[in-house]
């Protein structure tokens, strides 16, 4: 396959669209690797909780849409990626194999608002496919289980923590448990700290994390 021909399917209508959709994503991610944005602390949250706050109603409806899709249990920033890629492929496909036998431009930009549309909801039942695997990596832990992390050590996995947001993972019986932390700001808390979780919050479903004893 000419690698023009590649080029030219992946930048034209309607691939273009997720082409600079994909191309945020991947600046995304090559920040989030450089430690500048943390993936768990921008967009919902989609392990869904009762906030106080005057936008509980809004992100209750919203998460509410997200489970009944199948795309909750990750992080968001994982849920969007993943609908990108996809529809990025499913339009490329097209736009190389079936698009080119479309006779006339307008009907070739009908036909790829329709391709358009279809990928967007065949992203949608791919990804809550490919997301299943990933839940046991977020999973929000039950009562039994959380007894049993407090006075453990846990390393910090978001740039900060506050009393808002903050994820930690814990290692116990070889296995690393990903969870919901908080601390009281102003904390030294950054990205590979490691912490004492002290205390646990059921109604937040939230660890509470606090710096590590002095040896002496």
Request: aromatic share 8%.
């Amino acid at each position: 396959m000419p690698a023009a021909s590649v080029l030219t399917a992946i930048t034209s209508w309607p691939t273009m669209v997720y082409t600079v959709l994909l191309g945020v994503v991947l600046i995304y991610w090559v920040l989030a690797l450089l430690g500048m944005v943390d993936f768990e602390s921008s967009g919902i949250d989609l392990d869904i909780d009762t906030h106080a706050d005057a936008h509980a109603d809004d992100l209750g409806q919203i998460a509410s849409y997200v489970v009944a899709m199948g795309l909750n249990g990750v992080p968001f920033s994982i849920v969007v990626s993943l609908l990108v890629l996809v529809g990025w492929l499913l339009t490329a496909l097209v736009s190389q194999w079936v698009l080119p036998w479309v006779p006339t431009d307008v009907l070739r930009w009908a036909v790829g608002a329709g391709v358009l549309l279809a990928a967007a909801a065949l992203s949608i039942v791919v990804t809550a496919r490919l997301v299943r695997p990933l839940r046991g990596l977020f999973v929000t832990h039950t009562a039994q289980t959380n007894a049993t992390l407090v006075g453990q050590v846990c390393r910090i996995l978001t740039g900060t923590v506050d009393e808002r947001q903050g994820r930690a993972e814990v290692a116990q019986r070889g296995a690393s448990i990903n969870v919901r932390v908080w601390a009281p700001s102003p904390n030294p808390f950054k990205r590979g700290d490691h912490a004492l979780v002290t205390d646990y919050d059921p109604a937040t479903l939230r660890y509470r994390i606090d710096p590590m004893p002095d040896d002496g």
